[in-house]
């Protein structure tokens, strides 16, 4: 029902949109492809835990996925991963070419900093959501030129690449309710980062093991990042102990969700 | 002077920049590459014709000038206008390769909305720059995708991909310092990127009317061009008279050599 929600809102937000025709139907095509709104999900889940409106908090929570949607765009460019599919359908410049795939890109982030801008006080939120964009394009760029294969180095461009959305996600969920648990909850967001990140390479292993790519599977293998996987969801649920309710059971149901999707 | 003082500001800022060295190598070579910081000017001198404080606009004048040069370098990419050169030195896709140039202009891009979200309130200004920003890729879609050479296309495109900068640099500038000079401001960059456009269309006439490019040069013809230019010049020295001190001088003197570029 809330991704229900999420999906209304990105709607509303492209049905208002007064951008030309072809750069509203490219952005639109992406955006509105039935992703699985992980990080907004996580983002209004933490605000509701914490006890913050779901209205005040959608904007933020669209704006991260405008982010998140951006970054998979450019993510798929020939000079990128050079991916021709995402979720089951050609990706923005097989359908549109690579000059209008930039600019949906381009289009989507600038968008999110204007839905941001647009909303009344709550900057620390703001701010929350472009510090996790700005360090995702540090990973992206450390994943596209690192020739490194350690440990550190997938820890250093993990954290940015996909962690620092997730953090994003649940830093913003607690300062538009509870600044006080912002902590707290980039531990969280920290954790969730890793354990998403550890699913898909899981999920991925044998893939990369034939590009010879960098991830948790092939550097540590598939038993020890289960066992990886296991203690993060543990420390997740840790966290979330103490608090009660829809979200946060719902809460709870995302980390086994994420989790099992390697079991 | 003004213009030393926005150099030192936006060297400044990428001598801070916590971002992946490559990534900050890329975004300092085209950011900090002596261009001539026309919009960034305009910001601080409108700024300062209605009684702002520099140091409260500087950082907004920085954002606008990163926001430009991400879209010249998405810009200058083969997709798009595939240009090897900018300011006499190879583009950034040809010195660091296509992927780490999409990288270099996503986060400038995400740079200029972080600068812009971690200054305290002057919401209206912060989203002046990014209704700007945003335009801006409706006008690059519209350019990329057009095929009719009317005037009215040709409006529509300029008013976008060129204009919403210069009106945002105006618009911006009064909202730090004089809101209620807002609309006059805005009339004033409208007339300023006008005037920017034609000067432009005027230098690149012959290319342009090799390859067939819609511009105002090749539409209307050299000499009703320069009578167009002459009058945008009067028009936005008209909007100045009422202004004296030094910037104001120095604005009539920033369209006198915007004007003179083709003379």
Do not use: W
Not at 1 to 14: F, K, V
Not at 181 to 202: H, I, N, S
Request: proline share 3%.
């Amino acid at each position: 029902m809330m991704q229900g929600r999420i999906e209304q809102a990105l709607q509303a937000y492209m049905d208002a949109d007064p951008s030309a025709p072809l750069l509203r139907e490219s952005m639109a095509y992406s955006l509105l492809d039935g992703g699985k709104r992980v990080r907004p999900r996580l983002l209004l889940l933490v605000n509701a835990i914490l006890g913050g409106s779901e209205e005040t908090a959608m904007p933020f929570a669209c704006a991260l996925e405008m982010v998140h949607c951006y970054s998979l765009i450019h993510d798929d460019l020939p000079a990128m991963d050079d991916d021709a599919m995402r979720r089951g359908k050609p990706s923005s410049h097989i359908r549109f070419g690579e000059g209008n795939a930039i600019l949906a890109g381009d289009g989507l982030l600038t968008k999110a900093g204007l839905l941001l801008m647009q909303q009344d006080g709550h900057d620390a939120a703001k701010r929350a959501i472009f510090e996790g964009a700005y360090a995702m394009v540090s990973g992206q760029s450390d994943d596209l030129n690192e020739t490194e294969q350690n440990g550190e180095t997938l820890e250093r461009i993990h954290r940015n690449k996909t962690g620092a959305l997730f953090v994003a996600a649940c830093t913003a969920g607690a300062y538009l309710s509870d600044p006080e648990k912002a902590e707290e909850m980039r531990v969280f967001g920290e954790t969730l980062g890793l354990l998403f990140q550890m699913t898909d390479d899981l999920l991925d292993e044998a893939q990369d093991r034939r590009e010879g790519k960098l991830s948790y599977a092939t550097l540590y293998g598939a038993d020890e990042t289960r066992v990886f996987i296991r203690d993060a969801a543990e420390r997740a649920n840790a966290i979330l102990a103490p608090y009660t309710g829809e979200a946060a059971d719902t809460l709870r149901e995302l980390i086994t969700t994420l989790r099992s999707r390697t079991f």
